[in-house]
């Protein structure tokens, strides 16, 4: 790939990029850039915005799903604008002690539909692709070719970085989407469906492991396999015999027309500025997943992608002469907050990576999974009640009590910082 953005619809004329200061500059346009940058046109239509994206489509190659009740109406509204796969109906979850479906709306999005929607809604000059980033700092950015971008606040939303000041373990996933030839009978989503092997590929050691079913249309279904692991390694071969596997079980033939694969970060603990100072750029905000804003134990991102877009629209809407130094300090502070506000979560993380042993994760889960369904819609929302977390944590302990106390008061493992495989 060249490192030359290319000329065309999404792409920013030349002389445009070296005129006045942009108001702001967003400097990845995953999930947490392409929400901000829909927030800002939206809601703070005078800010003169730019976003930046190293590839050649917003969003990657992803898709994204959450709970209905996991946004606020605010939220809800930002989304609006994407067609989403949604299930009215609920969900259903098995387990080798049983199959249970609950009542929560379902949503899902695709990176495609995403890129779509955002350039159809966009102004051409506010979204630049292809353009890599080579430097940053608080009085714009520098691309890859040599090419200035000068802007009065930059916002970093690149890809997160591992850090030794952070504990915890991965979350190892590769989805195939299925075109079948006749109607798979699937009408609910599967969350999780963990009555499969509890073994993780070759190399990669004993994991809690399970599938997740997308019924995308009659004859389409996007079938993931996923497990939580020590180490950021993925064997994609094993996983896409074992995706073959299940969906001929389920009597599901036809081609594989997309797929996609992840490795993410599951926080268990560590210590957040730490691991912040080593990526922060003073007078750069930090944002998304690179800023700490996700589910320590789930790994969600949307959610808390589009609150903090929101969030930064509104506050330059309301205070157009806020600096690049209060926006990073801005962005900051929610990032704290966030942190202190997730603890419980890291909590049951530990519980995962070292209270069970890792042939017997899917126990913690099973365990988790019998209990209220609302209370599962705040622990997937990050709003769990203290009456929520004493009912998590009571009852038969799903795991032996010694290795339970350890892991209370543990620190824990250390987040592997190899570069994912």
């Known amino acids: 790939m060249s490192d030359s953005p290319p000329d065309g619809p999404g792409s920013t004329p ?4 070296d005129c006045a200061p942009h108001d702001v500059v967003i400097v990845g346009g995953g999930l947490a850039g ?13 800010c003169r915005f730019l976003l930046v994206e190293a590839g050649r489509t917003l969003g990657g190659h992803h898709r994204w799903s959450w709970f209905e009740t996991d946004l606020a109406p605010p939220a809800r509204g930002l989304m609006e604008t994407f067609r989403l796969n949604g299930w009215d109906e609920g969900y259903d979850i098995t387990f080798p002690a049983y199959t249970r479906t609950l009542p929560t709306a379902y949503r899902s ?15 051409p000059e506010r979204v630049m692709l292809g353009a890599k980033a080579a430097r940053l700092d608080a009085d714009g950015v520098t691309l890859s070719d040599g090419t200035r971008i000068a802007a009065r606040r930059v916002i970093d ?14 979350q190892v ?13 699937l009408t609910r989503p599967v969350i999780m469906d963990a009555s499969v092997d509890q073994v993780a590929p070759h190399g990669n050691g004993a994991a809690y492991r399970f599938v997740y079913v997308l019924p995308l249309s009659l004859t389409e279904v996007f079938i993931e396999d996923t497990y939580y692991a020590d180490q950021p390694r993925m064997d994609a071969e094993v996983l896409k015999a074992r995706i073959a596997d299940y969906a001929r079980r389920h009597g599901w033939q036809g081609e594989v027309i997309d797929q996609e694969a992840g490795i993410l970060p599951v926080v268990s603990g560590g210590n957040l500025r730490a691991a912040l100072d080593e990526i922060a750029i003073p007078g750069v905000a930090l944002a998304g997943a690179r800023g700490g804003f996700s589910h320590p134990l789930t790994s969600y991102t949307l959610p808390f992608a589009a609150d903090n877009a929101l969030a930064i629209a509104r506050l330059l809407a309301n205070r157009p002469g806020t600096s690049g130094n ?4 801005f962005c900051a502070a929610r990032g704290r907050r966030h942190w202190r506000a997730t603890a419980y979560y890291r909590m049951l993380s530990r519980m995962l990576f070292e209270a069970a042993e890792p042939d017997k994760r899917v126990v913690v889960f099973e365990h988790f999974y019998a209990l209220r369904g609302r209370l599962v819609e705040r622990f997937y929302a990050g709003r769990s009640t203290w009456p929520d977390r004493l009912r998590i944590l009571t009852g038969k302990p799903p795991v ?3 290795r339970a ?4 008061f543990s620190s824990g493992k250390p987040l592997d910082t190899e570069t994912p495989a």
């Open 34 to 46: 392409g929400l901000i940058a829909l927030a800002l046109h939206r809601h703070a239509p005078h």
């Open 109 to 123: 999005l695709a990176s495609a539909e995403f890129h779509r929607a955002l350039m159809a809604e966009l102004p």
């Open 157 to 170: 939303c690149r890809a997160f970085r591992a850090s030794q000041h952070l504990a915890g373990g991965w």
């Open 400 to 402: 032996a009590i010694p």
């Open 173 to 185: 996933f590769l989805g195939q989407h299925f075109r079948c030839p006749e109607p798979h009978g």
């Open 14 to 17: 030349r002389g445009a990029r």
């Open 405 to 408: 106390i350890r892991a209370l």
């Open 326 to 329: 209060e926006l990073a300090a």
